[in-house]
């Protein structure tokens, strides 16, 4: 049986994961390379190439691959390019899935990697069966991909779903990527409660808190994870806080799609019901009736370790025979 196997590739502003996945969504192979090796992006194909090589041929040769699926950041689906992104090493517009396609000799997908993780749920995870849903990425950023009547949301333009970056405090922390002030982004990620985490440290001099015990920059999501657990105060308040502003945000996304679920993934879930039970009271609180006690707030099932080649693979079973102009 030919074409029974997608490569699902994510490419991150470190490191590069890929993989062989079939149609149930296990993962026959999986390996990585560096994203900054290479000044150009023919190397870093012709590296990515020689990498993959062995896994395809183990799978009975590049015929047996139906196509490859692209999850990057700044990722065009229409146009196949990663456009302008800031943590890559190529700069300016990369007609990546040409590229790939004219390597590998197979069809090649393109999206953000927010919107390759709302795929791979909607096909082997949380949101298989649904029709409307939305995925929220918390990282060191938060991104979103949004599904509605069964479609992912590209928009006019191939960038649609950039719910981190939507004013979520008018005025508010500033983000240095953008220079936008007060971004859901500046809050929710993991890099957001390292900063509440030390906003609070300095407000409250006073006060006791295990997250004293490291060095003022040593401070990240995971110290603010382990302080929380071991119940310090100022830790869990940090939760508390980002719960709200990230359920605050929630409510006026529900109110624009009315999603059946909002999916959590990154991380940031690692935090469980510290993150999830603030989330989901304000969220409910700041709903218009109509809305609330309707949206289920769940956590991810992709395996993690999987889940950036899965979301990637998923969207060679969605890709279309035509070409997108």
Known sequence: MKQQYAIGIDIGGTN????????RGDTLYRGAISSRKHKKIEGYIDELYSALEPAIHQVGGIENIKGIGIGAPNGNYYS???EYAPNLMWKGIIPLAKL????FGVPAALTNDANAAAVGEMMYGA???MKDFIMITLGTGVGSGIVANGRLIYGHDGFAGELGHTTIIPDGRLHPG???????ESYASATGVANTAREFLSQRKKEDSLLRNYPIEDIDSRVV???AAQGDAIAKEVYEYTGAILGLALANFVMFSSPEAIILFGGMTKAGDMILKPTKKHMEENLLPIFQNKVKLIFSELKEADAAILGASALVWEMKTEAHK
Do not use: N, Q, R
């Open 16 to 23: 590069t994961v890929f993989g062989i996945v079939d149609h």
């Open 80 to 82: 196949g390019t990663i």
């Open 100 to 103: 790939v396609t004219e390597k």
């Open 127 to 129: 949101a298989k069966g």
């Open 178 to 184: 953008t220079g936008m002030k007060g971004s859901l």
């Open 225 to 227: 994870y382990e302080c």
